[in-house]
């Protein structure tokens, strides 16, 4: 006497005979779609099912483990080369010259980088008073006249090459390690929101003639370095002569910006601050909370300040 079952086969291979199933939904596998499990073997569909519905693994502040591939750093990067090649055919090359040590100004830096008061247009030392500049009668607006977008656009300007690739290498260094802790999203507010902080404290304290350069972000992240080594326990000794370098470089140089470096470098450690010692608990909603006052702050800092200017 025979037994008249039928041998189960494999639900994705028909063809293969088996006698184990997935433990979850217990239809017949094959060893080719076998995973192990605690117990027993599950089937591919219910492997997909299970990481599905696992929540996806975060950075130590709560960011997605995207942020290693540095997208948004090779972004920002690109962004930058971008504008400064667009500078270069507007200017036909005027964005190389200058003869300081970060080259000269284009139309673009007239529109676009911060500047106070209106900007005068094809602008050359005043007669009467060399240390101001005169220009043709027409002038671009400044931040006083509500050009705030100025204080946005300037992280995107640079004068010359060396100001640009300066910029561009710490960057790429300290944005990659930044990104892959923060995740992109958070490291993008990072970066962004400590740019314009610095350029807000050029309009406050420098706001005559014209600043730019992705710098106020750049130390804005030098800040946010320190704040992550110190939250996760780690030695400063490594980044302290790159902190010194860039603060002697800062206080010496004539031609940069103390108020958007200082600036920028307190802002990045005010919004890496807010990131990094959120509480685990509602962590996101913390955090955005906490970004979004300092956005408001920072907004009501510039209309004060345009406010009593004109």
Same mark, same amino acid.
């Given at each position: 006497?025979?037994?008249?079952?039928?041998?189960?086969?494999?639900?994705?291979?028909?063809?293969?005979?088996?006698?184990?199933?997935?433990?979850?939904?217990?239809?017949?596998?094959?060893?080719?779609?076998?995973?192990?499990?605690?117990?027993?073997?599950?089937?591919?569909?219910?492997?997909?099912?299970?990481?599905?519905?696992?929540?996806?693994?975060?950075?130590?502040?709560?960011? *997605?483990?995207?942020?290693?591939?540095?997208?948004?750093?090779?972004?920002?990067?690109?962004?930058?080369? #971008?504008?400064? &090649?667009?500078?270069?055919?507007?200017?036909?090359?005027?964005? +190389?010259?200058?003869? *300081?040590?970060?080259?000269?100004?284009?139309? +673009?830096?007239?529109?676009?980088?911060?500047?106070?008061?209106?900007?005068?247009?094809?602008?050359?030392?005043?007669?009467?008073?060399?240390?101001?500049?005169?220009?043709?009668?027409?002038?671009?607006?400044?931040?006083?006249?509500?050009?705030?977008?100025?204080?946005?656009?300037?992280?995107?300007?640079?004068?010359?090459?060396?100001?640009?690739?300066?910029?561009?290498?710490?960057?790429?260094?300290?944005?990659?390690?930044?990104?892959?802790?923060?995740?992109?999203?958070?490291?993008?507010?990072?970066? +962004?929101?400590?740019?314009?902080?610095?350029?807000?404290?050029?309009?406050?304290?420098?706001?005559?003639?014209?600043?730019?350069?992705?710098?106020?972000?750049?130390?804005?992240?030098?800040?946010? #370095? $320190?704040? &992550?080594?110190?939250?996760?326990?780690?030695?400063?000794?490594?980044?302290?002569?790159?902190? $010194?370098?860039?603060?002697?470089?800062?206080?010496?140089?004539?031609?940069?910006?103390?108020?958007?470096?200082?600036?920028?470098?307190?802002?990045?450690?005010?919004?890496?601050?807010?990131?990094?010692?959120?509480?685990?608990?509602?962590?996101?909603?913390?955090?955005?909370?906490?970004?979004?006052?300092?956005?408001?702050?920072? $907004?009501?800092?510039?209309?004060?300040?345009?406010?009593?200017?004109?």
């Amino acid at each position: 006497m025979t037994d008249a079952s039928p041998v189960p086969t494999c639900y994705r291979h028909p063809g293969r005979e088996t006698y184990v199933r997935c433990t979850r939904c217990d239809r017949p596998i094959c060893p080719d779609c076998m995973t192990e499990a605690s117990v027993g073997f599950q089937c591919p569909s219910c492997v997909a099912e299970g990481r599905a519905s696992q929540p996806a693994a975060r950075t130590w502040f709560g960011g *997605s483990h995207a942020g290693q591939l540095g997208y948004v750093t090779m972004t920002l990067i690109g962004l930058n080369v #971008l504008v400064f &090649v667009i500078s270069l055919v507007i200017s036909k090359g005027g964005a +190389l010259g200058g003869g *300081s040590l970060f080259g000269g100004s284009t139309v +673009l830096h007239d529109w676009f980088a911060v500047s106070g008061p209106r900007y005068p247009l094809n602008a050359t030392p005043c007669v009467d008073n060399p240390g101001y500049l005169c220009g043709d009668g027409t002038y671009a607006p400044g931040v006083d006249d509500g050009a705030y977008y100025r204080l946005f656009t300037a992280m995107f300007l640079h004068f010359g090459p060396i100001h640009l690739l300066m910029n561009m290498w710490a960057l790429w260094v300290l944005g990659r390690n930044l990104e892959t802790v923060f995740g992109p999203a958070r490291f993008a507010a990072l970066y +962004l929101l400590a740019g314009i902080g610095g350029n807000v404290a050029v309009y406050l304290f420098s706001p005559n003639g014209l600043s730019a350069g992705a710098s106020t972000a750049i130390f804005g992240m030098f800040a946010a #370095l $320190v704040i &992550v080594l110190r939250k996760l326990g780690r030695s400063l000794a490594p980044i302290l002569p790159v902190l $010194v370098i860039n603060a002697i470089f800062t206080f010496t140089v004539s031609s940069i910006s103390i108020a958007g470096h200082v600036g920028g470098f307190i802002a990045g450690g005010v919004v890496a601050a807010a990131l990094a010692y959120a509480p685990q608990k509602n962590r996101t909603a913390i955090q955005v909370a906490a970004l979004s006052a300092y956005t408001l702050l920072m $907004v009501v800092i510039t209309l004060v300040t345009a406010a009593g200017r004109t």
